[in-house]
């Protein structure tokens, strides 16, 4: 959902799964993803990057995690 708001607002988005703490490297970060369905991701967290307001925007009504 954030991923497709923040692309909807031309933002800058990053996903950060939990397989990327385990590695050690950039290159095994990028296996680690490109190796999995999306749907099989576990998604650890999300980095948006852009105008304050757009991002505001596009998280606005997203509760974060506890």
Request: no cysteine.
């Amino acid at each position: 959902m954030v991923l497709n708001r923040a692309r909807s607002r031309g933002l800058a988005a990053a996903l950060f799964t939990e397989d990327l703490f385990a590695t050690g490297n950039d290159d095994d970060n990028r296996a680690a993803v490109l190796g999995a369905a999306a749907e099989d991701l576990a998604l650890a967290g999300v980095a948006v990057h852009g105008p304050r307001g757009d991002v505001d925007k596009a998280l606005k009504g997203l509760r974060p995690h506890p």
